[in-house]
T-cell receptor, first 110, second 114 residues
Framework: SQQGEEDPQALSIQEGENATMNCSYK?????LQWYRQNSGRGLVHLIL?????REKHSGRLRVTLDTSKKSSSLLITASRAADTASYFC??????????FGGGTRLMVKP | ETGVTQSPTHLIKTRGQQVTLRCSSQ?????VSWYQQALGQGPQFIFQ???????GRGNFPPRFSGLQFPNYSSELNVNALELDDSALYLC?????????????FGPGTRLLVL
């Protein structure tokens, strides 16, 4: 079963716009991670936010975590065509055994 | 590139057969996890190995089994293949001992069961 649910399932934007993806989960967590996947290939780790953190930045990425609402968001600013991919949130509540959501498919049009 | 390699990249089997997938962890990592990703879905945790012992298991039947070797490389074995086993199989390595350590994923093995 999948703990996380991403919203929206698919997102299409123009290059230069911002993209926001949301993730909800069900149980308590140690941390929440965001991954990117291009065309059904391997997952690339983007950012990890711990349960005692509320916001984290990495380059054009901004992640927020609200443990009271059991939700997280990933913001990609100034999107590029190369950002086109599927994005997954994953929760870790026991020793790096991740529970993934269903993903958001992002398309950035040039 | 994460330093995690998997072989083979693609595989076609028929129902009832057995398959072995291989994973070489990133240097220095002592923990490997395996995930199954069906088409259009997120990965699902199969199991994790730490220092050659199974450290945790997801909701997968016993016909999914694994091994971790002293050099921390790993195998995933699936017996009595079913059509629903068709998926991308991903392994990920990490360094146990620190909560929330980043996992590094390999490129995956795509298995098709006919």
């Amino acid at each position: 079963s999948q703990q996380g649910e991403e919203d929206p399932q698919a997102l299409s934007i123009q290059e230069g716009e911002n993209a926001t993806m949301n993730c909800s989960y069900k149980t308590s967590i140690n941390n929440l991670q965001w991954y990117r996947q291009n065309s059904g290939r391997g997952l690339v780790h983007l950012i990890l936010i711990r349960s005692n953190e509320r916001e984290k930045h990495s380059g054009r990425l901004r992640v927020t975590l609200d443990t009271s609402k059991k939700s997280s968001s990933l913001l990609i600013t100034a999107s590029r065509a190369a950002d086109t991919a599927s994005y997954f949130c994953a929760t870790d509540n026991a020793g790096n055994m991740l529970t993934f959501g269903g993903g958001t498919r992002l398309m950035v049009k040039p | 590139e994460t330093g995690v390699t998997q072989s083979p990249t693609h595989l076609i089997k028929t129902r009832g057969q057995q398959v072995t997938l291989r994973c070489s962890s990133q240097s220095g990592h002592n923990t490997v996890s395996w995930y199954q990703q069906a088409l259009g879905q997120g990965p699902q945790f199969i199991f994790q190995y730490y220092r050659e012992e199974e450290n945790g298991r997801g909701n997968f039947p016993p016909r999914f089994s694994g091994l971790q070797f002293p050099n921390y490389s790993s195998e995933l074995n699936v017996n009595a293949l079913e059509l629903d086993d068709s998926a991308l199989y991903l392994c990920a390595s990490s360094l146990e001992g620190t909560l929330g350590e980043t996992q590094y994923f390999g490129p995956g093995t795509r298995l098709l069961v006919l």
